[in-house]
């Protein structure tokens, strides 16, 4: 049996492919490894990659679409249509984060630090919209009740605490060299989320 007619017996090699991308990204990094050895960790010839993929770069975006349909389900979910309250809610958004970025490391690494274009792949950016109009959904309800000429824009404060939970998740939740906290990376967050709301008028000094 050759090579090429190995990859027909996971009977969808293009998921294999990618699963065998995300393997090799939890590995050693978005940048660790070559296209050759994603073949190989699925058991095909590099040459049989380029039935599905156009090389490693295409691979990898494909990883990271897959990613953020997960994230955006993830943060729907946790979203959880405003309830029980809209500060709850968008707090939990933010736990959504750092559980999305613990559980799904391949996933996270391929959609936020392997340099892949959103803009140059549609399917991708598409994908990409979900987690990101979730959070400014949430931010829109935990604002409406400040006039209009004192609201935020809620994509703004939303890209704001994205942020700060994409910070709170390198330096502290997965394990960045020389970071240590003496607290909870969710603590961090939610402590940051209540001081960064507050500043904004969004909560009252004693919440």
């Given at each position: 049996?050759?090579?090429?007619?190995?990859?027909?017996?996971?009977?969808?090699?293009?998921?294999?492919?990618v699963?065998?991308?995300?393997?090799?990204?939890?590995q050693?990094?978005?940048?660790?490894?070559?296209?050759?050895?994603?073949?190989k960790?699925?058991?095909?010839?590099?040459?049989?990659?380029?039935r599905?993929?156009?090389?490693?770069?295409?691979l990898?975006?494909?990883?990271?679409?897959?990613?953020?349909?997960?994230?955006?389900d993830?943060m729907?979910?946790?979203?959880?249509?405003?309830?029980?309250?809209?500060?709850?809610?968008f707090?939990?958004?933010g736990?959504?984060?750092?559980?999305?970025?613990?559980?799904?490391?391949?996933?996270?690494?391929?959609?936020?630090?392997?340099?892949?274009?959103?803009?140059?792949?549609?399917?991708?950016?598409?994908?990409a919209?979900?987690?990101?109009?979730?959070?400014?959904?949430?931010?829109?309800?935990?604002?409406?009740?400040?006039?209009?000429d004192?609201?935020?824009?809620?994509?703004?404060?939303?890209?704001?605490?994205?942020?700060?939970?994409?910070?709170v998740?390198?330096?502290?939740?997965?394990?960045?060299p020389g970071?240590?906290?003496?607290?909870?990376?969710?603590?961090?967050?939610?402590?940051?989320?209540?001081?960064?709301l507050?500043g904004?008028?969004?909560?009252?000094?004693?919440?």
């Amino acid at each position: 049996m050759t090579e090429g007619k190995r990859g027909y017996h996971h009977g969808n090699l293009r998921q294999a492919l990618v699963e065998a991308c995300l393997h090799l990204i939890e590995q050693k990094g978005p940048q660790g490894f070559t296209l050759s050895e994603a073949a190989k960790e699925a058991g095909v010839t590099p040459a049989a990659v380029y039935r599905h993929f156009e090389g490693r770069e295409d691979l990898i975006a494909e990883a990271a679409r897959q990613g953020y349909l997960i994230f955006g389900d993830l943060m729907e979910h946790a979203y959880n249509g405003g309830r029980p309250s809209a500060l709850a809610a968008f707090e939990a958004t933010g736990r959504a984060y750092l559980a999305f970025a613990r559980r799904f490391p391949g996933h996270y690494q391929a959609m936020f630090e392997s340099g892949v274009n959103l803009t140059a792949n549609a399917d991708l950016a598409l994908a990409a919209q979900k987690g990101r109009q979730v959070l400014e959904t949430a931010a829109a309800r935990l604002s409406e009740h400040i006039p209009p000429d004192r609201r935020p824009p809620p994509a703004m404060f939303s890209a704001h605490v994205w942020a700060m939970s994409h910070g709170v998740v390198e330096l502290f939740a997965r394990g960045a060299p020389g970071a240590r906290s003496p607290f909870p990376p969710e603590e961090l967050l939610e402590a940051g989320i209540g001081i960064y709301l507050r500043g904004l008028g969004l909560l009252p000094p004693d919440c």
